[in-house]
């Protein structure tokens, strides 16, 4: 992977996630299994004893569920909103979610932005995710 994919798909989020447990973050890529590997990358960073020498105090909350796509950590507001939650840029379940910090990942591909028509569904797609995580719709 390249460097901006390591700070900005891992690095990044963990690092927010140390400093606000509180936070809830969002990576869309342009497969389900791209953002799904991400998200285990920051969750096994996470997880490593030299984060939680930095952060202490920051831990998954198992109770609440460590999926490879949304998972938890232990915080105050333990409300129905994933810590992490990751998505293919088409994924259905985008919408109801809350996110403070939406990471786009390579959602853009030669393939899927070919035509015109292609790339305004990824425009429609990403307003419709905007949105609907801002809670706008």
Not at 6 to 29: K, S, V
Not at 46 to 74: C, H, L, T, Y
Not at 90 to 114: H, P, S, V, W, Y
């Amino acid at each position: 992977s390249s460097a901006k994919t390591e700070w900005m798909g891992t690095i990044l989020p963990a690092w927010m996630i140390g400093r606000n447990p509180e936070i809830r973050i969002g990576i869309i890529a342009n497969s389900e299994m791209l953002a799904t590997s991400r998200s285990m990358s920051v969750r096994d960073t996470i997880s490593q004893p030299m984060f939680r020498a930095i952060f202490p105090g920051v831990e998954m909350n198992p109770k609440r569920g460590e999926a490879q796509d949304r998972w938890f950590v232990k915080r105050k507001d333990q409300g129905p909103h994933p810590t992490f939650f990751a998505a293919g840029y088409e994924a259905k379940t985008i919408t109801g979610n809350r996110f403070d910090l939406m990471i786009l990942d390579d959602i853009c591909t030669q393939e899927n932005t070919a035509t015109q028509q292609q790339r305004d569904k990824i425009w429609g797609i990403f307003k419709w995710s905007k949105l609907s995580v801002q809670g706008e719709y």
